[in-house]
DNA sequence: CGTTTTCTTGACAGGGATCAACACTAGTGG
DNA sequence: CCACTAGTGTTGATCCCTGTCAAGAAAACG
């Protein structure tokens, strides 16, 4: 994608709003306001159950779009919240579909995002399937490195990580405590480190190892190519 | 969707194939066949980890199109398998996007199938991350039961629920023998039965509740519906 | 029928949950 | 500037849900 088609992107227009931490962006049945695009600040789709327990269900970063097709109206079945605070631009389905009209490069680029998106969410349900909690934590934390980068956010010597134990424990479906010691498992195993809310990843080929993360589900390589073979 | 517009999709042409119990149908690499359309039987998407355990991304029934709008090349990340003896079709990405050009109604049908595709996956992360065993199992047969219904296909009475209990396993990120054991708690409360492969809920009504079950997230009020006001 | 797969059961171990303090930090207001 | 407060991180003790290992039944299958 160039940095032209790019820019048409990211440069969607849109009504923009913000989020105070721990507030809603957007909630089933309000009303369709249009595709959310994440300009700072980290959110989610979430879901609440009926004994107070939330399981997050995606993670956004600054510059997601989050579903890049957008909904169906009456299809907005989770609310999106913000875990810091967030400040977004709500731009419409059709400002997006016109987007892709324009150029292939913009179409292929929302494929790519959508089928990312989708990639991520089953190495979501591996996790929580099948690895253990530290292991959960070191995917988690190999993930995100790689998705700032690709966001093109700075990484080098870590990077900020503002989730709480608590966010943490609800997105990969553990208790907060048990997040704390797993942390410290992986502190003492010289992995990583995190302090105040900045983590570095301190031996990356080994978190790697241990969590089998495998950065090919990301397609990094393609996010900012032109316009393959289709 | 009328009558004529599903027709067109599921009578899209491609090369027809067929599994054995425990084949894979696809596999990452092996170039781009298409979008298998699932004919008869159950299949999954799954990964398989380095120490063996294997997680199920997601199950297809008949009737089913593995990914409404297939992948870009290079993105097959990982295989499709059956779970039975299967048989699909394979249509090719053209064909569908064709038939999606051809009937706004099959367009429709397609965003419609991809986000309760969507939704599905996210209501697998929330059991696997935040319920236990006996409510994954609840969840899971409450979620069959209404999928095969709108498959056109009978659930009075039960249905045929042909997953070994290691499928189940690897579905729901459990162990075979937790699996046995967590089906005779079902049992013995009365909420179900399973003898011979064949699925009974002998109380909806309290499996519901107790998986907490929603069927919203499935939108089968609109999955045979006309189009709406988009 | 014999063979393989699947289901069932028992004993035991362990990862993670729960409950409950306490420490630390940061923001607030007097 | 210093309590005061609320949120977050840390720790300990204990429980239990689920995993592991192993062996038999039962069913499916050729």
């Not at 302090?195 to 031996?203: A, D, H, Q, V, W």
């Not at 790697?208 to 089998?212: C, D, K, L, S, Y």
């Not at 397609?219 to 393959?228: D, K, L, N, P």
């Given at each position: 994608m160039s940095q032209a088609d790019e820019a048409i992107l990211l440069g969607l227009r849109g009504s923009s709003g913000q989020a105070d931490k721990g507030r809603d962006i957007t909630r089933p049945h309000d009303g369709s306001h249009g595709i959310p695009l994440i300009v700072k600040g980290w959110s989610c789709r979430y879901q609440l159950l009926g004994n107070g327990k939330r399981q997050i269900l995606t993670l956004y970063l600054p510059g997601d779009l989050c579903e890049?097709?957008?909904t169906l109206p009456g299809f907005a079945d989770y609310p999106l919240g913000a875990l810091t605070f967030t400040t977004y631009r709500m731009v419409s389905r059709q400002a997006v579909f016109h987007a892709a009209g324009e150029s292939a490069a913009c179409e292929r680029?929302?494929?790519w995002d959508l089928l990312v998106a989708t990639n991520i969410e089953r190495e979501h349900i591996v996790s929580l399937g099948r690895r253990s909690a530290a292991e959960r934590l070191g995917h988690l934390f190999c993930e995100l490195e790689m998705r700032l980068e690709m966001a093109g956010l700075p990484t080098h010597g870590g990077y900020d990580m503002p989730l709480t134990q608590a966010d943490l424990g609800d997105l990969l479906g553990l208790t907060p405590v048990h997040v704390n010691r797993s942390l410290q498992d992986l502190r003492a195993s010289g992995l990583i480190s995190l302090?105040?809310?900045?983590?570095?990843?301190?031996?990356r080929a080994e978190l790697?190892?241990?969590?089998?993360f495998d950065p090919a589900y990301l397609?990094?390589?393609?996010?900012?190519?032109?316009?393959?073979g289709w």
């Open positions: 890049p097709f957008g680029a929302l494929w302090e105040n809310r900045r983590l570095t990843i301190r031996n790697r190892a241990m969590a089998e397609h990094a390589e393609q996010s900012r190519r032109g316009a393959g």
